[in-house]
């Protein structure tokens, strides 16, 4: 099988491959993305030419591995459209952007009583650490509730902005309903009640231009290797006033002015935020990745997803016994779907048999698999390298499994 119709596919070595002796069609896209050659020899190159420690050395190596590394930072600030390049932290991906925003900008404000607003679809990574810092400090996590096809209510979310919130979490896109949450209402409601709105914008950074300036938003994170770019590597943007409040989460080098047993003074952000040596090969090839998405383009991506969201929502609609989770007005190319009478592990695990490569699980969003009453889905995430072919096979491999279990 081969896919000429996406001139794009040949920039991914990896999609070329077969598993089981079928060629690979790669949905879960959700869970990470493929890599482009260009981000690979990225990473290559600088192994083999420019390697050396960031920031330490004077050598040349240093030189350029620094500008490297910083030069990634510029790349990323304009992705996102950061008024400025210091509002950039590199981070080892969402998790820990997060985790950063957990533990040193609400662990040191909450107060008894508290409340963080979060909504029923987030990823473990948009509550967990809320509830971590509200368990220290006796605040607790909230959530606003969504409609049956994954909506958000955005009116019961602007309800529970009550003075106890000292801190809101929206996922800008979710890993498992695909559905796009109105970003900029719900920052214009969390800012006319003084409230801060922290974006997680793991699944919308592959798919959507992201401006945090225009979101109006405080704080947005996102993960580098959905965003084709390698693993261990992310960004928390947050507005310069907020970082200067906010105390380092890690100590360590690189983010010190000055150190003695009396005490220590921090560097200004971001470098108070990138304690230790960070994954430098990795954020220069996360910058490639940046400028390849840059070549495609958006308004390419945009086009190509769209497309295969219809097609793939058609057939798998077309499915006897096939129920499909997820259908927002505004949604991205995520399809989570259950069989009767198939578990979706062993749904998954016969597809890989057919080269099918889908996630099962509860997509570490287990208040959202509670709200619809099921263990687990599974998933078909499609990215722009994506074809309608694939989505034939999958929906050809979903037959051939139903007619062995059946
Ligand atoms: N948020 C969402 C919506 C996600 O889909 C994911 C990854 N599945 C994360 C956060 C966590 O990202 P990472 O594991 O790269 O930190």
Request: include cysteine.
């Amino acid at each position: 099988m081969t896919f000429d119709s996406n001139p794009y596919r040949k920039d991914f070595p990896i999609l070329a491959r077969e598993v089981h002796g079928k060629p690979l069609v790669y949905l879960d896209n959700a869970n990470t993305s493929q890599k482009p050659q260009v981000v690979i020899d990225a990473v290559d190159r600088f192994y083999r030419e420019t390697n050396a420690n960031v920031a330490r050395a004077v050598h040349s190596l240093g030189e350029a591995a620094t500008s490297a590394y910083e030069g990634a930072r510029d790349k990323l600030a304009r992705f996102i459209n950061a008024p400025t390049r210091d509002e950039v932290i590199f981070t080892s991906g969402t998790t820990q952007a997060i985790n950063t925003v957990a533990y040193s900008y609400a662990l040191p404000r909450l107060q008894p009583g508290d409340e963080i607003l979060v909504t029923t679809m987030e990823h473990h990574a948009n509550i967990v650490p809320w509830q971590l810092v509200a368990a220290r400090t006796g605040a607790k996590v909230i959530a606003a509730p969504i409609t049956p096809d994954g909506e958000l209510i955005v009116e019961e979310f602007v309800a529970r902005l009550t003075p106890r919130v000292k801190l809101a979490g929206v996922t800008h896109v979710s890993n498992v309903l695909g559905t796009v949450n109105p970003v900029r209402e719900l920052a214009k409601a969390c800012r006319t009640r003084g409230i801060p709105l922290l974006v997680d914008g793991s699944q919308a950074a592959p798919h959507l231009p992201i401006d945090v300036q225009a979101l109006g938003c405080d704080f947005y994170a996102l993960t580098g290797h959905k965003l084709f770019g390698p693993t261990g590597t992310g960004i928390l943007w947050a507005r310069k006033d907020l970082l200067a409040e906010m105390p380092p989460f890690f100590g360590g080098g690189e983010m010190i002015r000055t150190v003695s047993f009396d005490g220590t003074t921090f560097a200004d952000a971001p470098h108070k935020f990138e304690a230790g040596t960070p994954n430098i090969a990795g954020f220069v090839g996360l910058g490639a990745a940046v400028d390849y998405v840059n070549g495609v383009g958006f308004e390419a991506i945009g086009a190509r997803e769209r497309d295969l969201l219809a097609y793939a929502t058609a057939a798998l609609e077309s499915v006897p016994g096939l129920r499909l989770f997820g259908r927002a007005k505004e949604k991205a190319a995520v399809l989570s779907f259950l069989i009767d009478g198939v578990h979706a592990h062993d749904l998954a695990t016969l597809l890989d048999h057919e080269g099918v490569a889908v996630r099962s699980g509860h997509h570490c969003a287990h208040p959202l698999m509670q709200f619809y009453g099921v263990p687990a889905t599974a998933r078909a995430s499609l990215a722009f390298y994506n074809v309608r072919e694939e989505v034939d096979a999958l929906v050809a491999a979903i037959a051939k499994v139903r007619k062995l279990l059946g």
